[in-house]
């Protein structure tokens, strides 16, 4: 009998203890103001993800000193790596990048190497290689929109 209650008592002991890599999920009371000045109590959940880098979670691999994947957006993909220097200078590179880009005023900054690669000169200094996919992406998605 007591082996039976320790063991209830661990398991009770384990059900307790959150899992640290599950997301912390916090329901707060958030008020809005109504025109009228009247408050109206909100529930909202506020859901903390767990903090993975967006290369990562676009399936870049990191490869020895260079990360190296697909730039991706709705209109398509376009194979690229990222280099970081010992001093933290994030470098891109993009492959064939779409003909569209070529209209649009960033492509001064696209500057071609050899075997259909382009070093994407930045305007200003880029914080890490999450900043740098993001910026590509989003430079490629403006050209095809306009």
């Known amino acids: 009998m007591i082996t039976y209650i320790r063991n209830i008592c661990r398991w009770v002991e384990q059900a307790l203890v959150p899992d640290p890599t599950a997301p912390r999920v916090e329901v707060v009371e958030q008020y809005t103001i109504q025109s009228q000045g009247v408050r109206r109590g909100q529930r909202s959940v506020l ?3 767990v903090p993975r880098p967006y290369w990562e979670e676009r399936g870049w691999q990191k490869v020895g000193g260079k990360y190296e994947g697909m730039y991706q957006t709705r209109f398509g993909h376009w194979f690229g790596y990222v280099t970081v220097s ?8 993009i492959r064939n990048p779409p003909a569209c880009l070529e209209k649009h005023p960033h492509w001064a900054c ?3 190497r ?3 690669w382009y070093f994407i000169h930045p305007i200003k200094s880029i914080a890490d290689v999450s900043a740098g996919i993001i910026n590509v992406e989003k430079t490629i998605t403006e050209a095809y929109e306009d």
């Open 47 to 49: 859901v903390n993800r």
């Open 86 to 93: 010992p001093s933290g200078r994030v470098e891109v590179f």
């Open 110 to 112: 696209f500057n071609k």
């Open 114 to 116: 050899l075997d259909g």
